[in-house]
């Protein structure tokens, strides 16, 4: 008898004690969709401090309702495991490449191909186009990743740690030149005349340093970001890839979301783009300066020779027989 009075008072207690934790910031806090997002990339690297203004365009557009987390360095995840852990809803966003797509999708091996992208304005007019929408159908279907947006990674360049005289492919005949460890990577090491050596971005500056390979190419912000001008000494300007990177979501995650916020999240991945391909571009159009300053050797070597040789061996290869029909026609009438 005596007890039920007191559990009709513990019930109501109970949840008097629920309404207010509801209530709490806490419980709001956990009501957020954490958004993980992994990369290789060092924090000083336009690509990284884009991620920033992603987050905070979100906190503006959508307060409360999304927590970013930005782990950089490939510290969350290695370079190249990002779009398998996406896909198994173990890592919510990342900065995927046409080369981890292609390893999935063999036909857009294409956008991998030295030489195809013209500028940065071709590369918007690709991406951002017909084009990039179908490529975004088709990883969405096949990769379980959404993208939101493709930003300019930069035009990339041949970085040695000791002068050479290199004017055509033939005069980087020998050279162990790092690549990111993927078929598609060290098919282009090889059509630029090298000897590819696989290793993942955040080992290369040691790799650099100790002499394990004898260069690396990237785009001049990431030779400045990433510090790899203090242990090489050479710049050979060949342009050879035209480089992308596509910041995505996991369907897991993109599906949690209801339709305002994902007009939000894709609204905030361009405002992050944006910033990152104007100043990179800026930087790109300074950085030789800083560079001479630093004491490298910069060169422009016969690039023509370069885009004729790479060209051919992308053509000749066994990558060009996945390409889908008629689509490097249509990259190169994008204007
Ligand atoms: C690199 O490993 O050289 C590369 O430039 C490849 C890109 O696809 C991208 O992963 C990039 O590294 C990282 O974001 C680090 O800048």
Redesign the pocket.
Known sequence: MSFRPIARLTLAAACAAVALVAGTPDALAQARQTLRIS????PD?W?TKMLYVFKEELDKSAPGRFDVQIHHSGTLFK?GTEPAAMARGNLEMA?I?M?DIAKIIPEYSLFTAGYLIRDPDHLMKVYDGAIGQEISAKVAEKMDIAILQAAY?GTRQVNLREPRNVRTPADLAGVKLRM?GSKEWLFLGQALGANPTPLA?NEVYLGLKTGTVDGQD?PLP?VKS?KFYEVTKQLILTSHLV?A?FLSVSTKAWKAMNADDQRKVKAAAMAGAKFNNENRIKDENELVEFFKKEGLQVVTPDVGAFRAAVQKAYLASELSKDWPQGMLERVNAVR
Not at 39 to 42: E, H, K, S, Y
């Open positions: 990369t290789p990339a060092v690297d690509h370079q900065m490449s080369q990674l990111p971005f990237n990431t990433a480089d990177v």
